[in-house]
């Protein structure tokens, strides 16, 4: 960044800081550097390009896309401390047989197969040394990285937003809490033969480690290859439990990432992982969703921009200033909605519309809102979820499904 900003004001330039970060040199540079982090760093980063990636500036966006496709494995020296430290130097002892190689890698840890003396194969996940030191000082320099370009506002108060985000990666680098969690999803949807959900190997599970029963799957992006009532069928079962968890459970696993489901194409079940984001939903949150749901479902558009506001989904100062743009988006969602059959995923139709109007609120800086954080992890999920209708180009009831949950 020096570099640049002494070549720049040699030719009688004044750069803006965000301007030197986002060179295309430093783009690729920062690319390498945070691909080679682990972490809440890797993590936040993946999070953003899957939420934001249409609303960042290029440049930021290519970086935090090459982030959210890599993660490096630990060396094997590495890997065989970290499980010496937590089952003891005789670990391979419990094994019949234990792949050094990884079968994924993510942000905090890898996952192996192993198989047990007695024939279990498992899936052993396990946590990359240093995760849980780290994460106060990666979320705050990812905060700086945001601010530094120019993204955000520096009236933009996200104190509470990344006082959240640490507390939630803390809860997600502790596996011993995770392997609880996926024993009560386990639990809760036992009767529904949709979902399939490991089955937790407490022995071996431990806070660095989590041990569970290996389940067959294919990506769930390999279902855009199927027919379009398998895919209607696997979508409208996802969008189910996400209403089931915000206004039955009380639950909610709020990380949409794809590879978090996968598919198995001769039972046609869904395979649920990764349930270390899982978090309570407040009793409040899942009201301000029915309310909301409700004014939609009577496409009551007036009510429905005042529900927003009044529920923390849309700033007042943003609706005060650009009331008629508002009204435009909120009318758009709706004709797409309020369509006869069933909403068609793959009909993009009305996302142009919608991103050309919010141009102009994104772009008025002065009235930009931050809703509480707890809305903030449900709309994730729910917008995670409409993201892979659309990329498996699912037609669902969705009308129906709303109005049987807030029935």
């Known amino acids: 960044m020096a570099a640049e900003g002494v070549r720049r004001l040699a030719a009688g330039e004044r750069p803006r800081l965000g301007d030197l970060l986002l060179t295309p040199g430093n783009a690729k540079r ?12 890797l993590k936040l980063g993946q999070m953003i390009s899957m939420d934001a990636g249409d609303l960042l500036p290029p440049e930021l966006a ?3 896309a090459t982030v959210r496709n890599q993660a490096y494995r630990m ?3 590495q890997l065989d401390g970290v499980l010496k430290r937590e089952w003891g ?8 047989r234990f792949d050094a190689t990884p079968i994924a890698a993510a942000s905090i840890g890898q996952v192996h197969r192993a198989v047990l003396p007695d024939g279990q194969v498992l899936a052993v996940k396990v946590q990359y040394p240093g995760v849980r030191a780290s994460i106060d000082a990666d979320v705050d320099n990812v905060a700086a990285l945001l601010r530094i370009s120019n993204l955000l506002p520096s009236t933009l108060d996200l104190s509470p937003l990344l006082a959240e985000a640490k507390r939630q990666l803390a809860e997600e680098a502790d596996y011993l809490r995770e392997g609880q969690q996926m024993r009560a999803y386990r639990d809760r ?3 529904d033969a949709r979902y399939v959900v490991p089955a937790l190997h407490s022995e071996l599970t431990t806070p660095e480690v989590l041990a569970m029963q290996f389940v067959e799957g294919r990506p769930i992006e390999t279902l855009a290859d199927a027919a379009q009532d398998v895919r209607d069928g696997a979508v409208t079962a996802l969008i189910e439990l996400v209403l089931r968890e915000l206004f039955d459970f009380g639950v909610m696993q709020t990380d949409p990432n794809f590879a978090n489901f996968r598919w198995q194409p001769d039972t046609g079940k869904i395979v649920l992982l990764d349930f270390g984001a899982t978090r309570a939903v407040p009793a ?4 301000s969703y029915r309310a909301l749901i409700a004014a939609g479902l009577a496409h009551d558009r007036d009510r429905i921009r005042d529900i927003a506001v009044e529920t923390g989904f849309l700033g007042a100062d943003a609706v005060a200033a650009h009331r008629d743009t508002v009204d435009r988006i909120i009318a758009a969602i709706d004709e797409a909605l309020g369509k006869p059959g069933p909403f068609d995923f793959g009909d993009r139709a009305f996302v142009p519309v919608v991103r050309e109007e919010a141009s102009s609120l994104i772009s ?7 809703p509480d954080v707890e809305k903030l992890f449900v709309q994730r999920k729910v917008s995670g979820t409409a993201l892979l209708g659309a990329r ?7 009308l129906g499904l709303a109005q049987a949950a807030i029935a």
Do not use: M, N
Not at 89 to 96: L, P, Q
């Open 62 to 64: 290519t970086i935090l």
């Open 75 to 77: 060396p094997p020296q």
């Open 284 to 287: 409040q949150t899942a009201a």
């Open 392 to 398: 498996l180009k699912a037609r669902v009831d969705i």
């Open 89 to 96: 130097a005789d670990w391979r002892r419990r094994f019949a």
């Open 189 to 191: 949807l036992r009767d």
């Open 364 to 370: 008025d800086r002065s009235t930009w809102h931050v």
């Open 30 to 41: 920062i690319a390498d550097r945070l691909s080679h982090l682990r972490g809440a760093a």
